[in-house]
């Protein structure tokens, strides 16, 4: 008997800001006038809906105009991820990066055709990939074809530095925009990625292994690899190098920390499986 698939993780997410979107959606905005929620007063010449004539502040009106009620309708919006494909998000211990990246590809491309908006994917290593493109849409089920590419993908990329690049593929209305990363990139880098972003809604979402900074071995000889160097190491595990690995993650995410709150942007970090409800809590606190 055939399983039934299973429903991906739904994520509550918000803009800050007002929908700039055109068409009808879930979100507040200051546009449209076939909304529910006042706006403000104009006067009837400008407005010329009699249905919505305010007889108060029609009385109130310094001029004697007849004034009516303007009211705000919601909006779609666009939702897009821009994700790290280089061969860092590779890395496999608990789980591999790149699959906890799919499963939040497919909880977001859910969550956002749930409420009506488009889902768009910008994938970048040395290059933006034009093979996962993924221009926003309404399609349903987009997101779980577009996971399950990334579940079969080996990454071979030994830099993100296109990630400067996918503003270009972004367009000029404002969007939120998850930026999905292990961050393990320079801080000017970094930076330069942020300030490319910066027009839009940004979220950026630091994706880290616990193995990354602490091995499971007590002590002992390890080897380890550089998932985009290649070239593997020897490492004698320590109390001493335990210690020192363990700073170097604290000193990471207290940079990094200090980075997204220049431009002004709270980041959200999966340490381990994607959880939507976190996530959800990101948007609500």
Known sequence: MMQPPSVPQELHYRMGSPAPGHFPGSHRSTRGEGGFELRGHAP?????????????????DPFGQWVVRVYSQRKAIQVVLVADLSAS?????????????????????WSAWRQGDSF????????????LLQPPTRVRGVGAAL???????DLQGTSADALALAAVHLGRQRSLVFLVSDFHLPLPRVEAVLASLAHHELVP?????????????????VRVRDPEGGAPRLVWWRPW?????QAARDARRAALLQVFEKYRRRAHFIEGAYDADALTRHFHT
């Open 205 to 221: 979402v630091v994706l880290w292994d616990p193995v990354e900074f602490d091995l499971h071995a007590r002590s002992g000889l």
């Open 120 to 131: 768009g994917f910008i994938g970048c290593d040395g290059e933006v990939r034009e093979d």
């Open 89 to 109: 998000m590779g890395f496999a211990a608990t789980r591999r990066k790149l699959d906890v990246m799919a499963d939040l590809v497919d909880s977001l491309a």
């Open 241 to 245: 190098l335990r210690e020192k690995w």
């Open 44 to 60: 009837l010449l400008d407005v010329p809906d009699a249905r919505r004539l305010d007889l108060h502040a029609s009385l109130r």
């Open 147 to 153: 996971a399950g590419r990334l579940r079969a993908l």
